[in-house]
Each structure stands twice: as C-alpha cells, then as structure tokens.
C-alpha cells in the first residue's frame, strides 16, 4: 500500500471517529432498537447487536418469534457495518438455522466481507446462548443520493 492510499483510508476513517475515537453511526439512525438490536460492539466494516424477542414480535401463542423480526436484526447489523449514510440492501441469502422464543437474546455479528466499489458484501450470524439461530449474506449498495431520492425510471411523456 502507498502512503497516498494510507493516507486516504486514514481520512476516510477519521469521518467516521469522533474526538473519543468511537464510531460515528451514519445510516438508519431512527432505527427502534427494541425491534432491530441495540449496538453493543462497532468497529469499522463490523458490528455486533444484541436484540432481546417481546411480545410484539410473537407469531403464536407457543412464544415463537416471526423470523421477520431476526431477519430485520441481522439486515440493520449489516447496514452497520457498512456504515453509509444511503447504504440500501439489493439481497440476500439466507438460512434461518433454529427458532427463536420470547424473551431469547440474540445476538448478532455482521462483518463487510468484501467491496467493490459502491458494493459491498456482509456476512452476517445470529445466535441465542451458543445456538445458531441465523446466517446470510447480503448484498448492499451505495448511493450517491438517498434511495427517495433517486430518480430510478426516466419520466413518462
């Protein structure tokens, strides 16, 4: 690596540090973390979330929580640890491994596994105690602009 590329990823790390050299979260900022996980670890291209299931999640009256919920968990981990202000979610691949209950914590770890340019891929795994309960892929993008505010299909006259 050249000291102009350090340099560079120096200063792109710095927008993302504040003065006590904590990461700065960037994206999806109104995110309810008793829906999604609240942040327990974040470094650069990396996260972890810990996401305890309540009864709003609850899809029968066995204390199963919808796959939804961990889903969303695992798909905000990863717009974490890409840390874009317009990163959107393109896919996925999947697997939900075991079910999750009322009142399990889980946790999620969310790793940028590679880039290329505004691409960026994660790997992203839950799990309740020593259990993997989830595991995917997801693709992701950069925009330029805010998502809304692309202008995606070309008007019609």
Do not use: W
Request: aromatic share 6%.
């Amino acid at each position: 690596m050249t000291s102009e590329q350090n340099t560079e990823d120096e200063l792109e790390l710095d927008d993302y540090r504040d003065d006590e050299n904590q990461v700065i979260v960037r994206t999806h900022e109104k995110i309810k973390e008793e829906l999604c996980g609240e942040i327990i670890k974040m470094e650069e291209g990396y996260v972890e979330l810990r996401l305890v299931t309540i009864e709003d999640m609850l899809a029968d009256e066995l204390g199963l929580i919808h796959g939804g919920f961990i889903f969303g968990a695992a798909d905000y981990a990863a717009m974490l640890a890409v840390n874009e202000r317009n990163v959107v979610l393109v896919a996925s691949d999947c697997q939900f491994l075991s079910p999750v209950k009322l009142h399990d914590e889980v946790n999620v770890i969310a790793r940028v596994r590679h880039k290329e340019g505004r691409k960026r891929n994660v790997h992203v795994e839950a799990y309740v105690l020593d259990i993997k309960v989830f595991e995917g892929e997801f693709k992701t993008v950069i925009t330029e602009k805010h998502i809304l505010k692309l202008k995606l299909l070309e008007d019609e006259e």
